[in-house]
């Protein structure tokens, strides 16, 4: 019915609109601010309260937010590109001068690499810590570090059949796509859209498509 609205209205149909956007918040928002956001999004009017209401439930279960997360368009909407004065272009080009502050650079390199290296090796912790040690660098932008941690726990962990090693897995294909270990993450997200879990199979479902397109590509 809403689509149909929509179409009718000429509207993004709300189905098709990320939670975050329909609530107005960060990806980093928490439950309280999530509540708050509800409340406003409702005197805002934008939205139907059934559709407010779904945003909110996807966004405070973790299986759900995880596919929020991912659906969500990374690089800003492209602009028109303004006219701009290129009259400097032909001025004479300025004379290069190296900054004292760079004379460390290559060394700050090197320490650079040897960090990066640090972090694909194995450390000693409890395999209790593996998955929120892996699931906090993959948040954080540190991929090699959280498929490192992440592949232990999936191998070593005794109980397949709960909501971490869900997560776990679905954060490890996530990682592989983004470190762009394509045939890893595809392995991976097929086993996954065999699961019983119908958001499981979901998630797994879409994100096979966009791996798909990108493998062919190479």
């Known amino acids: 019915m809403l689509t149909a609205v929509a179409k009718m209205t000429n509207k993004p149909d709300p189905n098709n609109i990320n939670p975050y956007d329909i609530l107005g918040v960060s990806q980093s928002a928490s439950k309280p601010e999530i509540i708050k956001a509800v409340n406003l999004a409702m005197q805002r009017g934008e939205f139907p309260v059934d559709v407010i209401a779904k945003a909110q439930k996807s966004l405070m279960k973790t299986e759900e937010r995880i596919i ?9 909407t492209i602009k028109r590109f303004k006219y701009t004065d290129l009259s400097t272009l032909a001025q004479a080009r300025p004379t290069l001068e190296l900054l004292p502050e760079f004379d460390g650079l ?46 232990e726990y999936c191998q070593n962990t005794q109980v397949r059949n709960n909501g971490d090693y869900i997560q776990a897995q679905m954060w490890l294909a996530t990682a592989y796509h983004k470190t762009g270990q394509l045939q890893r993450a595809i392995a991976l997200c097929e086993v996954l859209s065999n699961h019983t879990h119908p958001q499981i199979n979901t998630w797994a479902n879409r994100i096979l498509a966009v791996l798909y397109k990108e493998n062919s590509r190479g």
């Open 68 to 76: 929020a997360d991912y659906l969500r368009p990374i690089l800003p």
């Open 106 to 151: 290559d060394q700050a390199i090197i320490q650079a690499k040897q960090q990066e290296h640090l972090e694909r090796e194995p450390l000693p912790i409890p395999i209790s810590e593996l998955y929120s040690e892996g699931m906090a660098a993959c948040k954080e932008g540190r991929y090699p570090k959280g498929i490192k941690y992440l592949e």
